[in-house]
C-alpha cells in the first residue's frame, strides 16, 4: 500500500492476516513486510508479555480495512492521470456480421 502516509490510516489488515491482522496492518502503513513486523513482534514476546496486551488492545481498537467501504477507491487525484490510448473495437458490430472470421486467414492475424 503506497501513497502519502497522511492519507492512510492505522487499521487491520484481515485480507493478509496469520492471527487478527495487526501486524500486516502496521506493515501496510509503514510499507514494510509484514514478514519483518511479525518477526520483530515475536521478538518483543521474549522479553516481556507486555506485546500480548499492546496486540490485544489493537486487535480490538483498529478498524478492519476489510470493512472499509471506501477500501478500492482510487486515491487523490488519480483522475488526473491520462488515459492510455489503445485500439477501439466495436464488438456490437461485430456481433452484427455475418461474415464468418478465418482465424487461418494471414491478413487477420496482422
Known amino acids: 500500500m503506497s501513497g502519502d502516509r497522511s492519507s492512510r490510516r492505522l487499521e487491520r489488515n484481515t485480507d ?6 495487526v501486524c500486516a496492518g502496521i506493515a501496510d502503513y509503514l ?4 514478514t519483518v513486523v511479525r518477526a520483530i513482534t515475536i521478538a518483543l514476546l521474549l522479553l516481556g508479555p507486555t506485546v500480548v496486551v499492546v496486540y490485544a ?3 480490538w481498537l483498529l478498524d478492519d480495512a476489510a470493512n472499509d467501504p471506501h477500501r478500492f477507491d482510487p486515491p487523490p487525484g488519480a483522475d488526473d ?7 477501439d473495437i466495436d464488438l456490437a458490430d461485430a456481433a452484427e456480421s455475418d461474415d464468418p472470421i478465418d482465424l487461418d486467414d494471414p491478413e487477420v492475424r496482422s
Open 16 to 21: 493478509n492476516a496469520k492471527i487478527g491482522g
Open 31 to 34: 510499507d514494510a513486510d509484514p
Open 57 to 59: 488492545l489493537l486487535w
Open 81 to 87: 492521470a491520462p488515459v492510455p490510448q489503445g485500439v
